[in-house]
């Protein structure tokens, strides 16, 4: 085990850059969101990606399934979808003359789940996958079910000021690891991407690393050493959100934990084996922003949550 | 220092010559305390005022012991407030690095092994030098290393602090004085003024002892204003002192003996009877 995790730690760089290669085959541009996902993906998190309709959301979480080769589902939420269409439902079969209840798998068994559109499902079914989000597993009637490991939700949403959309609740936002917002292309990424999707063949992608080397990443991510200075600094920006002029209601310890977890992958993807500043302050505005709640007052004004989390880093 | 890495020999070597360094920057503040206060204290005359009533004594040199103690107090101080941390004397990344390494020494990871031979490979090229040089002062856009600026601080000061000294033990001759006894006795006799009455006692209290700057050193300069710099000159010793007690000590207060400008003037230095002169002219014109 330990001689797999020596000789992934050593590939670790090149698998990076080969999946990055092959995400960018498909995805122009947009490179800190892709490493954003990958940070969630290693420090083994769940990621809401928002963007204005068509700007590739869907897109990128498929291409970024496809080159882990992991199990991959889909959900379209409607606002008439049921919590029993994403875990699943008990079945009556027949089985030599008898009768015997089976459970019949939802989308939710995968290793990727991606939960398109999340904010059209009613609250009902939101919070269907709030289980399956925390605790990985799913409890249809009696019986409780493991989900298999890794297991992650990406989620993507419009912004929830657009027609037919329900707010995901505070508890359910909690569980998201990251929030990422992706922004429009620049003008020469948009004619590269009318260049690349308006020819007869669509570029395509190849599976460049497999379950097992994921999970040890993923373990890896964990081992990478951060200072205990740093680690009261992610703790001390974690508090002053509580307290803070401007907000409602701060951030809860599991964004500490997040916050860590997630400047460790990061550190991991960019080939280090320390946990930097600048990986924390990368990683602040992704991990907080979601999880802040600004009051009237400051929402009036047009401020931000990330001019929050960003007044926060620069005292700490 | 627990853990079985190796970097953690080095960190512990480089730690041995932190220490060095921070107990010389502590001597060099403490240095460069004392020293202010000092001079502060030489151009307030206390050191001569302490010389010149207790010459024989240790407290003749207590100016130099106070400065001493407070310096060490104030550098004491210093290192207190300023919370040095031997990590942000390495270079950013290999502090960041090292930091990390030993807050993990405990833990048997392979990232962690990975990064104690990183910082192992790289410690052992640190040197006193490089620990000497990371630590800096800013002035804009320029640096320079921390002790190197302390050294200057502390060589300037010394400097300053032995001119000073040196100014203030200058010994006067009473050459210049003499002049002016010369006068008197020549005004008495011109005018047949008789002598004033000697008050004994306080003629017999002198010693001989001049407090204070002659006025004859500034009377040299463009400048007329007289200017006494107090104890800044005291403490020397006149070799003639009879004709100086009575010139000084006998004369009634208001008590003034009409001196013929012509002959006042003749009995100058002829250096300084130019500017003697313009001084008077000055004081006549109400300047």
New interface residues.
């Given amino acids: 085990m ?1 001689d797999d ?2 000789n992934v ?1 050593k590939d670790a760089p090149a698998i990076f850059e080969t999946i990055k290669g092959e995400i960018g085959k498909v995805v122009v541009g947009q490179k800190s969101v892709v490493e954003q996902i990958l940070v969630g993906i290693l420090a083994g998190g769940h990621t809401l990606l928002e963007s204005n309709p068509g700007l590739g959301k869907t897109l990128l979480v498929k291409t970024i399934a496809a080159t882990t080769g992991l199990d991959f589902s889909r959900i379209q939420c409607t606002p008439d979808l049921m919590p029993a269409d994403i875990t699943g439902t008990t079945l009556i079969e027949e089985v030599e003359g008898s009768k015997v209840f089976r459970f019949e798998e939802g989308p939710i068994f995968a290793n990727i789940v991606l939960a398109d559109e999340i904010n059209r499902a009613s609250p009902r079914t939101q919070s269907a996958m709030l289980e399956a989000m925390q605790e990985k597993q799913v409890t249809v009637g009696k019986n409780t079910y493991r989900l298999e490991e890794p297991f992650f939700v990406m989620a993507t949403q419009n912004p929830i000021e657009m027609e037919g959309t329900f707010p995901l609740p505070e508890a359910q936002l909690d569980r998201f690891l990251l929030k990422v917002f992706i922004d429009y292309p620049s003008p020469d990424e948009e004619y590269e991407i009318v260049e690349r999707y308006t020819g007869h063949s669509e570029p395509k992608v190849d599976r460049v690393i497999t379950r097992r080397e994921l999970l040890s990443l993923q373990q ?1 991510t964990r ?8 680690k009261r600094a992610a703790i001390k920006a974690v508090i002053s959100t509580r307290n803070w002029e401007g907000v409602e209601y701060g951030v809860s310890p599991r964004a500490s934990i997040g916050l860590i977890l997630a400047s460790k992958a990061r550190a ?1 993807l960019n080939g280090r ?5 600048e990986d924390l302050e990368t990683m602040a505005r992704p991990i907080l922003r979601h999880r802040i709640i600004l009051t009237f007052d400051s929402e009036r004004r047009g401020v931000t949550a990330d001019q929050v989390i960003s007044n926060i880093i620069k005292s700490i | 220092m627990d853990g079985s890495y190796e970097f953690l020999a080095d960190l512990r070597r480089l730690l041995g010559v932190y220490r060095r360094f921070e107990q010389s920057l502590y001597l060099l503040n403490a240095v460069i305390i004392a020293s202010l206060i000092y001079i502060a204290a030489l151009f307030l005359g206390i050191p001569a005022f302490f010389r010149f009533y207790w010459q024989d004594s240790i407290f003749a040199a207590a100016p130099v012991l106070f400065s001493l103690v407070f310096g060490l107090l104030g550098g004491k101080i210093l290192r207190r407030w300023s919370k040095p941390d031997f990590f942000d004397h390495l270079d950013e ?1 290999l502090s ?2 090292t ?6 020494r405990d ?1 048997d ?4 092994q ?2 104690a031979e ?1 910082v192992k490979r790289r410690l052992s090229k640190v040197g006193a030098i490089e620990i000497m040089n990371n630590r800096r002062l800013n002035f804009g856009d320029r640096s320079v290393p921390v002790f190197q600026a302390k050294v200057g601080a502390v060589l300037l000061l010394a400097f300053v602090a032995i001119f000073s000294q040196s100014q203030a033990g200058e010994e006067i001759s009473p050459q210049p004085f003499r002049a002016l006894a010369d006068l008197r006795e020549r005004a008495k006799d011109l005018f047949g003024v008789e002598e004033l009455p000697e008050e004994g006692a306080s003629s017999e209290e002198i010693s001989g002892e001049i407090y204070g700057k002659p006025s004859l050193a500034v009377l040299e300069e463009v400048n007329l204003e007289l200017v006494l710099y107090p104890g800044s000159a005291a403490g020397f010793r006149s070799k003639e002192t009879e004709p100086m007690d009575r010139l000084f000590t006998t004369s009634e207060p208001g008590v003034g003996v009409a001196v013929p400008t012509d002959l006042y003037i003749e009995s100058l230095p002829p250096q300084h009877r130019e500017i003697i002169k313009r001084y008077f002219e000055n004081l006549a014109t109400g300047y």
């Fill in positions: 330990r995790l020596i730690y890896l081992d990478v050493p951060i200072s205990d200075d740093l991991l084996d320390y946990v930097n500043r | 990344s960041e690095k930091r990390a390494a030993y807050d993990n833990s990871s392979v990232v962690m990975s990064l990183d």
